[in-house]
């Protein structure tokens, strides 16, 4: 039996590509050697780019995503480890391309990718399905915006976010009235639509959803505490935040996150690694976001809540490579 060819294919258009990197780095060397030859791919806005055991760069054919390497030989992938967060691999940019050129990947298709790229769509899709959020005004980059209206209707605190966005970049905590139209331009920056939401004030969890040798399974359930006023962007990378996993919840508490959680992963029809984030108020779960293509560096909180559940990260990368060559077969 020949050994499958895997590309791990890491980097991105944002500045999520440095955690990418490293993410891809603990897949390549996670995947099983004795089932798979392991590839390592870049995908950089300027290049697209195989990189071989020494650091030498070889383009990627995008007619196929293919590589010519010295001798003329081609390199064709079975199947492309999809870990960039971020576009374009985390919004399904990449994964439509994939799908027109027929290349097998992991990870949800190009539909679930961008829709729950889009915080604003994620939550009123999930919302019919019984899954609560925090109330929001959502606003386009041209938009009349009324502070006081908003303040109104959502009170204070408020978040502002960016609409798409990953890794918490462009969010702001709004204290005050005067604070707020500043904090939409820097939302502004990162995205043409915004989302301005209620405070949630409760414990903020991160729950990770994979779909495992055939049944959705719920990760783990991690508590941040974070340092700073709410879990940006360098509290989630810089380390300024404690995770706790398990959370400090009740077991009630524990099954109906788990219960939601599930719930938001098979209304979406989602498929491979998935991180949500909830704030969990007098018991209940609010979702903030869905995550298709979380960070998975080894300090990352999707690989310590697959130790804490007892999957080991051969076992966790190994079958997403191999849901992928099923349906590849189908």
Same mark, same amino acid.
């Not at 500045?15 to 392991?38: H, M, P, T």
């Not at 899709?125 to 502070?147: F, H, M």
């Not at 599930?262 to 979702?287: H, N, V």
């Given at each position: 039996?020949?050994?499958?060819?895997?590309?791990?294919?890491?980097? +991105?258009?944002?500045?999520?590509?440095?955690?990418?990197?490293?993410?891809?780095?603990?897949?390549?060397?996670?995947?099983?050697?004795?089932?798979?030859?392991?590839?390592?791919?870049?995908?950089?806005?300027?290049?697209?780019?195989?990189?071989?055991?020494?650091?030498?760069?070889?383009?990627?054919?995008? +007619?196929?995503?293919?590589?010519?390497?010295?001798?003329?030989?081609?390199?064709?992938?079975?199947?492309?480890?999809?870990?960039?967060?971020?576009?374009?691999?985390?919004?399904?940019?990449?994964?439509?391309?994939?799908?027109?050129?027929?290349?097998?990947?992991?990870?949800?298709?190009?539909?679930?990718?961008? @829709?729950?790229?889009?915080?604003?769509?994620?939550?009123?899709?999930?919302?019919?399905?019984?899954?609560?959020?925090?109330?929001?005004?959502? @606003?386009?980059?041209?938009?009349?915006?009324?502070?006081?209206?908003?303040?109104?209707?959502?009170?204070?605190?408020?978040?502002?976010?960016?609409?798409?966005?990953?890794?918490?970049?462009?969010?702001?905590?709004?204290?005050?009235?005067?604070?707020?139209?500043?904090?939409?331009?820097?939302?502004?920056?990162?995205?043409?639509?915004?989302?301005?939401?209620?405070?949630?004030?409760?414990?903020?969890?991160?729950?990770?959803?994979?779909?495992?040798?055939?049944?959705?399974?719920?990760?783990?359930?991690?508590?941040?505490?974070?340092?700073?006023?709410?879990?940006?962007?360098?509290?989630?990378?810089? +380390?300024?935040?404690?995770?706790?996993?398990?959370?400090?919840?009740?077991?009630?508490?524990?099954?109906?996150?788990?219960?939601?959680?599930?719930?938001?992963?098979?209304?979406?029809?989602?498929?491979?690694?998935?991180?949500?984030?909830?704030?969990?108020?007098?018991?209940?779960?609010?979702?903030?976001?869905?995550?298709?293509?979380?960070?998975?560096?080894?300090?990352?909180?999707?690989?310590?809540?697959?130790?804490?559940?007892?999957?080991?990260?051969?076992?966790?990368? +190994?079958?997403?490579?191999?849901?992928? @060559?099923?349906?590849?077969?189908?």
């Amino acid at each position: 039996m020949s050994k499958k060819s895997v590309a791990v294919v890491m980097g +991105g258009y944002s500045d999520e590509y440095v955690v990418s990197l490293k993410s891809g780095q603990l897949i390549y060397d996670s995947l099983d050697r004795d089932l798979y030859d392991v590839y390592k791919v870049v995908v950089l806005k300027e290049k697209w780019y195989f990189l071989d055991q020494n650091n030498k760069e070889y383009p990627i054919n995008r +007619g196929d995503f293919s590589v010519t390497l010295e001798n003329n030989e081609q390199l064709k992938f079975d199947v492309c480890f999809n870990i960039i967060h971020g576009t374009p691999g985390e919004n399904g940019i990449l994964q439509a391309y994939w799908d027109a050129i027929g290349q097998t990947y992991t990870g949800c298709s190009f539909y679930q990718s961008a @829709l729950t790229f889009n915080k604003k769509d994620t939550l009123a899709v999930l919302a019919k399905y019984g899954i609560p959020s925090a109330k929001s005004v959502y @606003l386009k980059k041209g938009d009349p915006i009324n502070a006081d209206e908003i303040v109104d209707v959502l009170g204070l605190p408020l978040f502002v976010k960016p609409n798409q966005s990953g890794s918490s970049l462009g969010i702001s905590k709004v204290k005050d009235k005067s604070e707020l139209l500043p904090a939409t331009e820097i939302a502004f920056k990162e995205d043409q639509e915004i989302l301005i939401e209620s405070f949630l004030d409760g414990m903020e969890v991160s729950v990770g959803v994979i779909d495992f040798k055939g049944e959705t399974i719920v990760l783990g359930i991690t508590e941040i505490v974070p340092q700073n006023e709410f879990f940006d962007y360098e509290a989630k990378y810089e +380390g300024a935040s404690e995770e706790i996993t398990p959370a400090r919840i009740d077991e009630a508490t524990t099954k109906r996150v788990e219960e939601i959680s599930k719930r938001a992963y098979d209304s979406l029809g989602m498929s491979g690694f998935s991180r949500s984030e909830y704030i969990l108020m007098d018991g209940i779960p609010y979702m903030l976001e869905m995550n298709t293509n979380p960070g998975f560096s080894p300090a990352s909180i999707l690989p310590q809540q697959a130790k804490h559940y007892g999957i080991s990260i051969m076992d966790l990368c +190994g079958n997403e490579v191999e849901k992928a @060559l099923a349906k590849k077969s189908n």
